[in-house]
Nanobody
């Protein structure tokens, strides 16, 4: 079993910052990609940022220059530093980790429970 626990969401004023954390635990052999997604009310879930096992990153155009994704492989952690927050960043943010539970098992996606980020204008 694999569990992902997110933390760091909350209420912040426009222009402020938040740092989201995602901790993976359980049967983990190798973590491949890690990512953050978000879903606003009435909208589909969208990719915010992702990072590969070698550190390559990808960002949604709407957050480029404001958000930074990072990972700590030794701790099975992913982070999302969010600066210059805007009202349109308000959403539930989900951590996603693609990993192998065993050396012989295929990669699978796991999701956190989500953490609410609310930006007041």
């Amino acid at each position: 079993q694999v569990h992902l626990v997110e933390s760091g969401g909350g209420l912040v004023q426009a222009g402020g910052s938040l740092r989201l954390s995602c901790a993976g635990s359980g049967s983990i052999f190798r973590i491949n990609a890690m990512g953050w997604y978000r879903q606003a009310p009435g909208k589909e879930r969208e990719l915010v940022a992702s990072i590969t096992s070698t550190g390559g990153t990808n960002y949604a155009d709407s957050v480029k220059g404001r958000f930074t994704i990072s990972r700590d492989n030794a701790k099975n952690m992913a982070y999302l530093q969010m600066n210059g927050l805007k009202a349109e960043d308000t959403a539930v943010y989900y951590c996603n980790i693609r990993l192998q539970g065993r050396s012989w098992s295929p990669s699978q996606d796991y999701w956190g429970q989500g953490t609410q980020v609310t930006v007041s204008s």
